[in-house]
C-alpha cells in the first residue's frame, strides 16, 4: 500500500473533545516525545499529592488506556482513508479494516495514519487536574474524540487494587475518561504489626492453599518418603492405587541429578530456591506441569522441598527448565552486553504487560565519539602498553560522560562509540565532557612518554527510527535512518579535540536553552554521500 498522503476527506463523526485543561497533552500517536510529556506530568500530579510510590503502576494503567485509545483513533481514520482515497468498499467489515491497516504499519509505521490524524483535527488530550479537596478527585482526564467502552481497559484489577477508580463519561463531543481516587484513601500504614506464633502459622497456612504449595521429603538416595495429598491432587494420582510408584515415575530424572544428587556436593546445609521442573502428568500424554521447587538437605541426609505450581501446558511449554539463580547468575554475566536502552525498553514492555519491544520513531540527539587515529597507535605501540586497557579506559570515561549526562550507548564500534540522547543540549554536554577528560588524559600520558590520544565528536539532531534489526536469532534494537548517517559523517569531518555539531543541533538546543553554549561560525561540512553541504559549527561552553 502507498504512503498516506492526505487526511480524510470527510468531518470526525463527533468534534474534537476540548481539553481538559490548558496544560493538556496531545496526543496523535503514542510517539516517545508526547509519551515523556505524560509520564512527566503524571509524576508531578502524583508527588503533589504524596502518591509518588504508586506512579510506576499508575503508569500502566495509563499507557493501556491511551494505546487503546491512539489505535482506536488510528483505525478510524484509517477507515476513512480506506473509503474516500482508496474507494474501497470496506463499511462494516472490521476485519479487512484490520488487515489493511497492519500491512499499513509493516510498510510505513504509524507516522502517516498519524498526521492523517492531525490534518483531520483528531487528538486525544490528556490533562492532569491540580489538587482539590474534594471527596472525589481526579488524577488524570482523557479526553477522546469518539465513543470508548470502559470495557477495553485491561488493567480493571490493577485500577481497583490501587484504590483507583476509572469513570467514563460520554458525551456529544466524544468521551472522557477519568482516573479518580477517593479522599482517605492511600494513607500510609503508621506501623506494621509483628505476627505472633499462631498468626504466623494460619498465614502461612492461607498461602499454602492460595499458591498451591505440596511438600515431598526425599531419602539421601532420592526416594520418596512423604508426600502431601495436595501434590498427587495435582498430578491426577489416584490414592486408591499404587500412588507412590506412579509419583516416583512422574519426578524427571533432571530433579534427582541436579537436585538429590546436586546437593551431595554442596557446601553448607545444600538450600535451593527456585529450582523449575516439568512434570508430565501420568496418563494424560502432551500436558505437563512447570513447578518451582525449594528446599534443603537436612544433617540426616534427608531432603524436605517445598513445590509450587507455575502454570500447565499442552506440549513442551515456553517456560525453561532450571535454577532460576543461576539464570540470575547468567543474566549478571551478559547484562554488560546488552545495551542501556534496550534493557530499559524491555523493563517497560514488561511493567505494560507485553512480551516484546516495537518500533518507534522519536527525535533524538546521536553523538559519534572516535579515538583519532588510534589503528596506528595500535601498529606502534603493540609490543609498548595493554591495547586493550588502553582502549577501555578511554571508552569507559567517555561512557560515563553519556550515562551522566542521561543518554544512551547504542554501541561500541572497535575505537568509536555511538550514543543517543532525548535532548540534544545533553548530547552537547556529553560531548564537552569527554573532551574535558580527553585533555586530563594526554596530559597524564604525555608526562609518561606515552602518546597522546585525542577524540572528535560529532552530533546531529532529528528523527530516527529506532528498531528491531537483524534475525530472531540475533537482534539489535537501534537507531537507524539519516540522522544516524549524517552524525557519523559530521564525527568524520570534526577536526581533532572538538566538538562539531549540525546547524539542526544548534537551532533545536537555542530554541529551549539560548546562552548556554557558545557556537562558533557555521560552515560548509563536505561529507561522503551527501549531494550537498552539510551546515555545521563547533560548540563550546558559554564561559569558555
Not at 500517536?29 to 509518588?52: C, F, I, K, M, T
Not at 573532551?435 to 594526554?442: A, K, L, P, T, V
Amino acid at each position: 500500500m502507498k504512503p498516506i498522503d492526505s487526511a480524510p476527506t470527510s468531518e470526525p463523526e463527533v468534534a474534537t473533545v476540548p481539553a481538559a485543561d490548558a496544560d493538556a497533552v496531545r496526543l496523535v500517536a503514542l510517539d516517545h516525545g508526547p509519551w515523556l510529556e505524560v509520564q512527566r506530568s503524571l509524576r508531578r500530579a502524583l508527588e503533589a499529592r504524596g502518591l509518588g510510590r504508586l506512579t510506576a503502576p499508575t503508569t500502566v494503567v495509563l499507557n493501556d488506556l491511551l494505546d487503546d485509545a491512539v489505535k482506536t483513533m488510528h483505525l478510524r481514520v484509517f477507515r476513512r482513508i480506506v473509503e474516500t482515497e482508496f474507494e474501497l468498499p470496506v463499511a462494516g467489515d472490521d476485519a479487512q479494516v484490520k488487515s489493511l491497516y497492519a500491512i499499513e504499519v509493516a510498510e510505513h509505521g504509524s507516522q502517516n495514519v498519524a498526521r492523517a490524524c492531525e490534518a483531520a483535527g483528531w487528538q486525544i488530550a490528556v490533562g492532569f487536574p491540580a489538587p482539590a479537596d474534594s471527596a472525589t478527585e481526579a488524577l488524570v482526564g482523557i479526553d477522546v474524540p469518539f465513543s470508548w467502552n470502559a470495557d477495553r481497559c485491561q488493567t480493571r484489577r490493577l485500577i481497583d487494587a490501587l484504590e483507583f477508580r476509572l469513570d467514563v463519561r460520554e458525551s456529544a463531543g466524544g468521551t472522557q475518561m477519568l482516573l479518580t481516587r477517593q479522599a482517605g484513601q492511600h494513607e500510609r500504614i503508621a506501623a506494621p504489626e509483628l505476627l505472633a506464633g499462631q498468626a504466623r502459622l494460619a498465614s502461612m497456612e492461607r498461602i499454602f492453599d492460595e499458591l498451591g504449595y505440596s511438600l515431598i521429603h526425599f531419602s539421601a538416595v532420592g526416594d520418596i518418603l512423604a508426600v502431601s495429598p495436595s501434590m498427587l491432587s495435582r498430578l491426577r494420582i489416584d490414592r486408591q492405587e499404587a500412588w507412590p510408584q506412579a509419583l516416583a515415575r512422574a519426578i524427571p530424572l533432571s530433579f534427582h541429578n541436579d537436585i538429590v544428587w546436586g546437593l551431595a556436593l554442596a557446601e553448607g546445609n545444600g538450600a535451593f530456591e527456585n529450582f523449575r521442573i516439568r512434570v508430565n502428568l501420568p496418563g494424560a500424554e502432551g500436558i505437563s506441569i512447570l513447578f518451582n521447587v525449594s528446599g534443603f538437605r537436612h544433617p540426616d541426609g534427608t531432603i524436605p522441598s517445598l513445590w509450587q505450581v507455575v502454570s500447565q501446558e499442552e506440549g513442551s511449554g515456553r517456560l525453561s527448565e532450571g535454577s532460576i539463580v543461576s539464570g540470575m547468575r547468567i543474566h549478571n554475566i551478559t547484562r554488560h552486553y546488552v545495551p542501556q536502552l534496550v534493557e530499559q525498553k524491555a523493563r517497560e514492555a514488561v511493567r505494560g504487560g507485553k512480551d516484546s519491544i516495537t518500533n518507534e520513531d522519536r527525535r533524538v540527539a546521536v553523538l559519534f565519539c572516535d579515538i583519532v587515529g588510534f589503528t596506528s597507535y595500535v601498529e606502534r605501540n603493540a609490543d609498548n602498553e595493554s591495547i586493550v586497557e588502553t582502549l577501555n579506559f578511554i571508552l569507559s570515561r567517555v561512557s560515563r560522560s553519556v550515562t551522566r549526562n542521561r543518554g544512551f550507548i547504542d554501541k561500541f564500534m572497535g575505537d568509536s562509540i555511538m550514543a543517543i540522547f532525548d535532548d540534544p543540549a545533553d548530547a552537547i554536554l556529553a560531548g564537552l565532557d569527554m573532551q574535558n577528560h580527553s585533555e586530563d588524559i594526554n596530559q597524564l600520558r604525555s608526562r609518561a612518554g606515552q602518546q597522546t590520544l585525542q577524540l572528535r565528536i560529532g552530533i546531529h539532531w532529528g528523527e530516527v527510527a529506532i528498531c528491531n534489526v537483524g534475525t530472531p536469532e540475533r537482534l539489535d534494537w537501534t537507531a537507524i535512518g539519516d540522522v544516524v548517517n549524517t552524525a557519523a559523517r559530521i564525527q568524520k569531518g570534526c577536526q581533532p579535540g572538538f566538538v562539531l555539531v549540525s546547524a539542526a543541533t544548534r537551532n533545536a538546543v537555542e530554541a529551549v536553552r539560548p546562552g548556554q553554549f557558545r557556537f562558533g561560525d557555521t560552515f560548509g561540512l563536505q561529507a561522503k554521500g551527501k549531494r550537498d553541504e552539510l551546515a555545521v559549527c563547533t560548540v563550546k561552553p558559554a564561559a569558555a
